[in-house]
């Protein structure tokens, strides 16, 4: 035999020996079942989507896994249009998604579950305008204004179009560094989608998930945008509210009045949002109202959903299910993820049909 | 001057004769004395109201003075000998610059969160503060030598056809070209190629840690080989000659004497490559996948690794960022110094084990 | 086995005949035949998921674009930034492999060794977080003088980007990540170089430059292309630190240091992989394909140099 090659492979070998060895004690603090929970729930439950949801998603899966200790959640941030792909492919048993599936899709979703989906808002949150510009700290804007700006159209800081929307303001003769997503997302999406709703033709983008203007500075992801708005002087972009920081938050015009982004601001749009007419009643997708006038509510949002099946072969998959999303949509998950993730919690009319239809997964008989 | 140098003549003599044969030489401590007023001139500037970057430059631009001096007094050879070697020290400290500055963003952003519980705790059921990497030291380990278990013995014995026994035909060139063409395979790729094959055998969403290190393996393959061939062809023919003159057969030719003599270059060329995919993100992330509890089995379920934990955690921080955010730094922090260590070993193995020669 | 699919090597000598020598031979074959299987299952993959995406017209895909518009300007940034690296990392490289091998203290020069492949051991995800938090923000006031001093020149000009996020910060990470490779081939290379060359030179009278250059050198040359090479496809490949640093858009501009960049093929991949569905999956494999193509085709040329060059070479 070749001694050499052992020689060579000896390092790699040692490495695999000593975690092997190491492998007798798991993590400190996985300490097994006897923690005493009466749970009936037991066994692995995968899902794939979106990030957005991605660190509440890590709340519920924390506060589930401890009310269930022989449960195992796991959400692979992988994207939305990931998650749907992975879920119609039956390779998760949920998948967290941006949008709505589409008609393609859903006919591509029942046919894997062999039924009706369960399709249900989960995750609300608001996208706040963030803005770094000195001696500026309550920027107001008028949706045309914004889509002026991210357009490319309005360049500077005293523009007539921002004076308009802030009479009291000295603003500075400053370029503005309008900052996007580099990166494909449901952020952005949510975002172009209320420009072009709202902004009455300043915005021409359309309603896409790849930003359509060449131009400005771009960073990839939530993170991105939010180091690259701070470390720029003049510089304005889109953001979850969650992850904003220290940032200023612009207030954006509403009917006649500009409205200061909350979680509770946002949670009113799922409110005067319509629900998409022909589906079943399990399956809440939901058009949000972008250019709704109604005072108090804050419009860019984003809404994510969860998506799973109505009936599924193993029975307990079926309970899995059903017990983890009935967690997530109730009045206490949904505090969690507020609380952990910054979220707008589900108003309680509206939780109310969403409880109904999480109540209706069981197993295929 | 004859009047007052007692020596004889003939000594004269022979001490003019060699000074005349080696030219005049600028004294030894002449680079000393360059380079310590430049360095003055720089710490003087970075401290002064030029600032750092062009204090360091004006000092840089000072140490030229010495080839320029040694050009006046030794001529042309001496100066294009200083002129290079000034350059040589040169790129090395530019080397360094970026290597201090990413050493030392890690160490200052992840020591903070180092402790023994962040080293022993995973990730389950945590959520803001507190818990710790175990589940994706334990993932990264067993991946990554899982991957070069895979790829070191296909890579080196490529090699050695290669060179060994290919001796330039058309199949050799043949498969150095692929190899070649496969250094070329984007990360990304190598994910999805390796989870298009797992889809084969196992079905949608199949998410196994030895996925991960087969689409490791595609990405250390060529580095093993490209750099094992470039050390056994470095190897004298002298050597083999020697070998098989003697009756030794081939096989023991290359195991006995061309291996070993080329295993310092091979070690090294491993290390890199290990080097090379125990970072990787992409993959890992599409086949590998990630979760909050420790998993020890390869062939079974979601595997945590360190890079996409860090990956995730800088990335998709909760609310507040600040703790996941220092967590994925700690993550970064504890792989470079697994991926020290690794050098480290490797250097002792070559040391130890390459046959003692000139070097 | 397998060796009974081997051609039969040219020289006597070579040719297996003790059972030991063909299970060696066997083996060795077998390791060639899994490279060749490897990069074959890769190349049927990329084709097969990637064509759909090639002929997809393009109100199909999320881009908008036909294929060709779709890729091209993404293979300019990939060759662009590939080559910013390889331009910046070799030359330092070379230098950085002579001082370890020849210019620095006996003593130290394995240390060094040692902290220059410390570079390799940083995580790209580390590099490209470094980049994006110290790097970027740091050079913006370069890019600045670049701009107001060098501006005539098309590569500088501008504007200036407020955050650094740039093709060419994208191309100085890339030339640090590819640094340690380049440089530790060279390295080796220059150590394996025959003493008695070096010592006959400098025997000669050579002053350690004219040895390097004369013994050296010639000696290495393929090595150094050889290295340089595995470098580029680092810098072709390279996923996530290029996606985290860069600010990209679907451009072909020669401008370096605008915020406007085009953006290369492995990093919007990366950034368009997680929301794709559909035909525009198959067309981002599809640009995975030509990346392999490009890689292919750089391989190829750097082939040709070295076999061209052989003869001057040292190696036996």
């Known amino acids: ?365 | 001057m004859t009047t007052t140098d007692p020596r004889p003549q003939r000594d004269r003599d022979a001490e003019e004769l060699l000074s005349s044969l080696r030219g005049n030489t600028l004294p030894l401590w002449a680079p000393r004395v360059v380079v310590g007023i430049a360095a003055t001139v720089a710490v003087l500037g970075a401290l002064s109201s030029l600032g750092v970057v062009r204090g360091v430059l004006l000092g840089w631009l000072l140490t030229f003075a010495l080839p320029i001096w040694s050009r006046v007094v030794e001529g042309p050879r001496k100066a294009t000998d200083r002129l290079v070697t000034l350059l040589v020290y040169s790129a090395f400290s530019l080397a360094l610059i970026p290597l201090g500055s990413i050493i030392w963003t890690v160490f200052s952003r992840g020591l903070s969160v180092m402790s023994a519980e962040f080293l022993t705790y995973s990730m389950r059921n945590v959520v803001g503060e507190g818990g710790g990497i175990y589940h994706a030291i334990m993932g990264t380990l067993l991946i990554t030598g899982a991957a070069t278990v895979i790829s070191v013995p296909i890579g080196l014995f490529t090699a050695i056809y290669i060179v060994e026994y290919g001796d330039g035909n058309r199949v050799s060139k043949g498969i150095r070209f692929l190899v070649d063409v496969m250094t070329g395979i984007p990360s990304i790729v190598a994910g999805l190629f390796a989870y298009a094959l797992f889809v084969l055998f196992f079905g949608e969403g199949v998410r196994m840690g030895i996925g991960g290190s087969v689409a490791l393996a595609v990405l250390m393959i060529p580095v093993v080989v490209r750099s094992s061939e470039e050390m056994l062809k470095l190897v004298p023919n002298e050597l083999r000659e020697a070998s098989l003159a003697l009756g030794v057969p081939q096989w023991r030719t290359i195991a006995k004497v061309v291996v070993p003599t080329a295993l310092a270059g091979i070690v090294t060329g491993v290390t890199l490559a290990i080097a090379r995919v125990i970072g990787e993100t992409a993959p890992l992330l599409i086949i590998a996948g990630a979760t909050d509890s420790t998993n020890f089995n390869l062939f079974d379920g979601r595997m945590a690794t360190l890079p996409v934990f860090a990956y995730t955690s800088i990335r998709f921080p909760g609310v507040p960022p600040e703790f996941s955010i220092d967590r994925g730094w700690g993550a970064a922090l504890t792989l470079l110094v697994i991926v020290m260590l690794l050098n480290l070993v490797a250097r002792l193995v070559s040391f130890f084990f390459s046959p003692k020669g000139e070097r | 086995m397998t060796s009974q699919l081997a051609p039969e090597p040219a020289k006597a000598r070579r040719t297996p005949t003790r059972p030991g020598d063909r299970v060696f031979f066997g083996i060795s074959f077998g390791a060639a035949l899994v490279i060749l299987l490897t990069l074959a299952g890769v190349a049927i993959f990329l084709t097969a998921e990637g064509i759909p995406g090639v002929t997809a017209s393009a109100d199909q895909v999320k881009s908008g674009l036909s294929f060709p518009a779709y890729v091209g300007p993404l293979v300019y940034g990939t060759l662009l930034a590939a080559v910013i690296a390889l331009v910046l990392a070799v030359p330092v490289a070379i230098g950085v492999a002579l001082f370890i091998s020849h210019f620095s203290p006996r003593r130290l020069s394995s240390v060094f060794g040692y902290v220059i492949d410390l570079l390799a051991a940083v995580p790209s995800v580390v590099y490209g977080a470094w980049g994006i938090i110290f790097l970027a923000p740091t050079i913006v006031p370069f890019y600045r003088w670049l701009y107001d001093n060098l501006g005539f020149i098309p590569l500088f000009a501008g504007p200036p980007s407020a955050t650094g996020s740039t093709i060419l910060t994208a191309g100085i990470v890339l030339a640090i990540m590819v640094l340690p490779i380049v440089t530790a081939i060279c390295r080796e290379i220059f150590l394996q170089t025959p003493r008695l060359h070096q010592e006959a030179a400098l025997a000669l009278g050579a002053t350690r430059w004219e040895m390097v250059r004369m013994a050296v050198f010639p000696y290495a040359r393929s090595g150094i292309v050889s290295a340089s090479m595995l470098g580029l496809g680092r810098a072709l490949g390279e996923t996530m630190a290029v996606a985290m640093v860069l600010s990209p858009a679907l451009v072909v501009t020669p401008n370096l240091i605008s915020s406007t960049n085009p953006n290369t093929i492995a990093s919007n991949i990366a950034l368009s992989f997680p929301e794709a569905s559909g035909l525009t999956v198959n067309a981002l494999i599809a640009s995975g394909l030509v990346l392999f193509v490009i890689t292919f085709a750089v391989n190829f040329a750097a082939r040709a140099i070295v076999d061209r060059r052989k003869d001057f070479s040292g190696a036996n």
């Not at chain 1, 890590?58 to 992975?86: I, K, L």
């Not at chain 1, 952020?187 to 790849?210: H, I, M, P, Q, R």
């Not at chain 1, 099946?309 to 505090?335: H, I, M």
């Open chain 1, 1 to 365: 035999m070749n001694r050499t090659t052992l020689r060579v492979a000896a390092p790699a070998a040692l490495a695999l020996t000593l975690a092997l060895g190491l492998s007798a004690c798991g993590a400190s603090n996985e300490g097994g079942s006897d923690s005493g929970s009466d749970s009936s729930l037991s066994g692995t439950l995968n899902g794939a989507g979106a990030s957005s949801q991605e660190a509440a998603v890590d709340a519920w899966t924390a506060a589930f896994q401890t009310a269930n200790s022989d449960v195992t959640v796991n959400y692979d941030p992988a994207g939305s249009g990931a998650g749907r792909e992975q879920f119609i492919a039956g390779g998760v048993d949920f998948a967290g998604s941006d949008a709505y599936l589409d008609d393609d899709e859903l006919a591509q979703a029942k046919e894997r579950c062999n039924g009706p989906v369960v399709e249900v808002p989960t995750y609300v949150s608001p996208i706040a305008v963030i803005y770094n510009l000195d001696g500026v700290d309550d920027l107001q804007l008028s949706p045309a204004t914004i889509g002026g700006i991210f357009e490319g159209k309005i360049t500077k800081w005293d523009d007539a179009a921002i004076k308009a929307d802030n009479p009291d303001a000295t603003l500075p003769d400053t370029d503005i560094t309008p900052v996007h997503r580099s990166d494909d997302s449901g952020t952005t999406k949510n975002f172009t989608a209320y420009l072009d709703a709202a902004s009455g033709g300043s915005w021409t983008g359309g309603e896409v998930e790849t930003w359509p203007i060449k131009g400005g500075e771009a960073a990839q992801g939530t993170s991105g945008v939010v180091q690259s708005v701070a470390n720029g002087s003049g510089t304005i972009g889109y953001a979850d509210e969650s992850q904003a920081g220290d940032l200023d938050k612009a207030k954006v015009k509403v009917g006649t009045e500009y409205t200061e982004v909350t979680p509770e601001a946002a949670a009113k749009v799922l409110d005067t949002a319509k629900q998409v007419e022909g589906r079943d009643a399990t399956d809440i997708a939901l058009d949000i109202d972008r250019k709704t006038e109604e005072s108090g509510v804050y419009p860019i949002v984003l809404v994510s959903y969860m998506i799973g099946c109505e009936s599924y072969d193993d029975a307990a998959k079926a309970d899995l299910v059903k017990g983890w999303l009935e967690y997530v949509t109730s009045e206490e998950g949904q505090k969690e993820a507020a609380d952990k993730a910054g979220s707008a919690p589900l108003t309680s009319e509206f939780s109310g049909k969403v409880a109904e239809a999480v109540k209706s997964i069981k197993a295929a008989s």
